[in-house]
């Protein structure tokens, strides 16, 4: 909910600047809340754990767009798609490091006892949730598979 109004504060300041990359930015991820708000139902609001879900999952569908056009030497369309991402990520809380994810996963593998990569899954499930917005899915998933193996 906090987000929802800073983002369209900002989205304002940016019309007013004529910051296009910023504006552009700003309205794909109102355009995200708008339509996650639409298929919980009429008059519902999104919590701060939704609208940072909404938040990462636009940062990374724009580094990996970025990632495709850099490797079709569409370095143009690469560059204006992590301004994009650098944008939207300035809304994210601060990322933990390796280190903390590291302790993070070793307390969990301790809590739940998990032995193996068999036992990823509960991990995955208790870590992620744990660290929701605060790192990247995929950097989760390498400390647990490097612990676990």
Same mark, same amino acid.
């Given at each position: 909910?906090?987000?929802?109004?800073?983002?369209?504060?900002? +989205?304002?300041? !940016?019309?007013? @600047?004529? /910051?296009?990359?910023?504006?552009?930015?700003?309205?794909?991820?109102?355009?995200?809340?708008?339509?996650?708000?639409? @298929?919980? =139902? !009429?008059? !519902?609001? +999104?919590?701060?754990?939704?609208? +940072?879900?909404?938040?990462?999952?636009? &940062?990374?569908?724009?580094?990996?767009? !970025?990632?495709? *056009?850099?490797? %079709? @030497?569409?370095? #143009?369309?690469? $560059?204006? /798609?992590?301004?994009?991402? $650098?944008?939207?990520?300035? *809304?994210?809380?601060? %990322?933990?490091?390796?280190?903390?994810?590291?302790?993070?996963? @070793?307390?969990?593998?301790? %809590?739940? =006892?998990? %032995?193996?990569?068999? #036992?990823?899954?509960?991990?995955?499930?208790?870590?992620?949730?744990?660290?929701?917005?605060?790192?990247?899915?995929?950097?989760?998933? #390498? &400390?647990?598979?490097?612990?676990?193996?």
């Amino acid at each position: 909910m906090i987000l929802t109004k800073q983002i369209a504060s900002d +989205l304002m300041s !940016a019309m007013k @600047n004529k /910051e296009t990359h910023k504006l552009e930015a700003l309205r794909a991820v109102k355009t995200a809340f708008i339509l996650a708000k639409a @298929n919980i =139902g !009429a008059g !519902a609001e +999104l919590s701060d754990d939704e609208e +940072l879900k909404i938040i990462q999952k636009l &940062v990374k569908q724009r580094k990996d767009s !970025a990632a495709e *056009y850099a490797a %079709q @030497n569409r370095s #143009d369309l690469a $560059d204006k /798609e992590l301004q994009e991402a $650098d944008v939207i990520a300035a *809304y994210l809380p601060k %990322q933990m490091s390796i280190e903390e994810i590291t302790a993070a996963v @070793n307390a969990c593998i301790t %809590q739940t =006892g998990a %032995q193996g990569m068999k #036992d990823m899954g509960k991990v995955m499930g208790i870590v992620s949730k744990q660290l929701a917005g605060k790192a990247d899915g995929k950097v989760i998933s #390498d &400390v647990v598979k490097q612990l676990l193996a």
